[in-house]
T-cell receptor, first 114, second 111 residues
Framework: EAQVTQNPRYLITVTGKKLTVTCSQN?????MSWYRQDPGLGLRQIYY???????DKGDVPEGYKVSRKEKRNFPLILESPSPNQTSLYFC?????????????FGEGSRLTVL | QKEVEQDPGPLSVPEGAIVSLNCTYS??????FMWYRQYSRKGPELLMY????GNKEDGRFTAQVDKSSKYISLFIRDSQPSDSATYLC???????????FGTGTQLKVEL
């Protein structure tokens, strides 16, 4: 089954404790992206990757890191989480970076930072 | 001004009603528009995709773009309880596959 898989789905952590949210897709997609979803603000792009070893900032990259060492994986790293990073996170992918709009989303990872 | 604005609702309608969901956008570059549907505790899924202006129909769903007024609409005919979800409008706003999303309209279709 074609899918984007995120882990963990739910996480409660404390300020400053490094964490990684993994994202993996099995569709051989070139383009991958991370979004966060907050009430009243909608989905906002954090980082994106057009292909292996090619990443760039989205609209809200502060406090996050990413890497793309393999085509299928695109982990999101929070080096020192803070309470304002409490949010619902989505990983998404598309076949290419020019496949405008056809994003496939994971099920989401709900993160709470205390 | 936000690039894509959407009335958050919530919107509650009886089964069988015609539903109209609307967004406005500010930047005319990149005339690609989408509607995503998001069920509770799930990720968004692409529902409709249109390019430039005009209508696009898919079953009970019609997406409409009015470039002159910068308006994006989604119409749902014969609405069903299974249509209860949050609907997100989106627009391509940059190179690659950069999308800007509206905040979403929560729809509930009641029996």
């Amino acid at each position: 089954e074609a899918q984007v898989t995120q882990n963990p789905r739910y996480l409660i952590t404390v300020t400053g404790k490094k964490l990684t949210v993994t994202c993996s897709q099995n569709m051989n997609h070139e383009y991958m992206s991370w979004y966060r979803q907050d009430p009243g603000l909608g989905l906002r792009q954090i980082y994106y990757s057009m292909n292996v070893e090619v990443t760039d900032k989205g609209d809200v990259p502060e406090g996050y890191k990413v890497s793309r060492k393999e085509k299928r994986n695109f982990p999101l790293i929070l080096e020192s989480p803070s309470p304002n990073q409490t949010s619902l996170y989505f990983c998404a992918s598309s076949l290419t970076s020019s496949t405008a709009g056809e994003l496939f989303f994971g099920e989401g990872s709900r993160l709470t930072v205390l | 001004q936000k690039e894509v604005e959407q009335d958050p609702g919530p919107l509650s309608v009886p089964e069988g009603a015609i539903v109209s969901l609307n967004c406005t956008y500010s930047n005319s570059a990149f005339q690609y528009f989408m509607w995503y549907r998001q069920y509770s505790r799930k990720g968004p899924e692409l529902l409709m995709y249109t390019y430039s202006s005009g209508n696009k129909e898919d079953g009970r769903f019609t997406a409409q773009v009015d470039k002159s007024s910068k308006y994006i609409s989604l119409f749902i005919r014969d609405s069903q309880p299974s249509d209860s979800a949050t609907y997100l409008c989106a627009k391509k706003t940059g190179g690659g596959n950069k999308l800007t999303f509206g905040t979403g309209t929560q729809l509930k279709v009641e029996l």
